[in-house]
């Protein structure tokens, strides 16, 4: 069976994870193309991918102005990384070189299905995708939406090359601003956290270099915990004893309306979402 070649189109930080991702996971270099901006982005991706890209294809669109459209020339797979205000621009640019049956992938954030779908062919298998930035370290997570010209093959192989650097979690596309506010900007949370711990231990005496160290250990190793059990409440139980330190603590936060704040503070990303989703509708 012959290997499928995948276009990686503007490889960036999240594009370049997921590539990188995929070659260490031992998918061929020489099935890949990739195009950055200029050459120095070229020489940082050819690094970033390591010595398993052996002859992956990497374009510099500033030296190949045609180089997305090269790219995506009998490509099965092709994954958009621009930014998001430059997504329709890019599906209307390789529209004409994209095979009827090429599944496009976008990794921009508040792209809708629609929006893409109406700037590439008509019936174009097209994919939406929510990721995270611990993607970049192989511990992403990656929400999908799919539309109804993706066969099931199609969905099989978007997850084996976004499952290279991650969870894949299908969700239905009004349930992405909700994703958002909880793994695409979930990460964001939890490292404030560990700087709210780092501020306060450097109020009760600590140093600065240990209490930062303390709390970001400390929330990676409960994150480690919680890939052996996703049950949050469960695990917070049981490391709370009946009138001890913990539960002193654990109080004052819910006493102080966390849950609230929390979700507070989610419905607001969620709002974010729709509105740039609105904003980056095709005209």
Do not use: W
Not at 177 to 193: C, E, K, M, Q
Request: charged content about 20%; aromatic content about 2%.
């Amino acid at each position: 069976m012959t290997t499928p070649h995948i276009a990686f189109l503007g490889t960036g930080s999240m594009n370049g994870s997921i590539a990188a991702g995929l070659i260490a996971s031992g998918y061929p270099g020489e099935a890949i193309r990739a195009t950055v901006r200029s050459e120095s982005s070229m020489n940082s991706l050819r690094e970033k991918l390591g010595h398993g890209a052996g002859d992956a294809v990497i374009i510099g669109c500033e030296l190949k102005p045609e180089g997305n459209l090269e790219a995506v020339e009998g490509a099965s797979v092709v994954l958009l990384g621009v930014k998001p205000y430059g997504i329709v621009e890019l599906a209307r640019e390789i529209s004409p070189a994209l095979a009827p049956d090429a599944l496009v992938i976008s990794v921009a954030a508040g792209v809708t299905l629609e929006t893409l779908q109406a700037a590439l062919p008509a019936n174009q298998p097209v994919i939406r995708c929510m990721p995270n930035t611990p993607s970049s370290v192989g511990r992403g997570v990656l929400a999908i939406s799919v539309s109804e010209s993706v066969t099931e093959e199609q969905l099989e192989l978007a997850k084996k090359v976004l499952g290279a650097v991650g969870l894949v979690v299908v969700v239905r596309e009004e349930q992405m601003d909700a994703v958002t506010a909880v793994s695409g900007s979930g990460p964001a949370y939890a490292f404030l956290l560990a700087e709210t711990m780092a501020a306060a231990g450097v109020k009760l005496g600590l140093d600065e270099e240990t209490a930062r160290t303390l709390a970001s250990a400390t929330v990676a190793g409960a994150g480690a915990l919680l890939d052996t059990n996703p049950d949050a409440a469960a695990l917070r139980k049981a490391v709370t004893s009946p009138n001890g330190t913990t539960e002193r603590a654990i109080n004052t936060y819910i006493d102080k309306g966390l849950f609230q704040l929390t979700e507070d503070a989610m419905r607001a990303c969620a709002e974010r979402s729709a509105e740039m989703s609105r904003m980056y509708t095709a005209d």
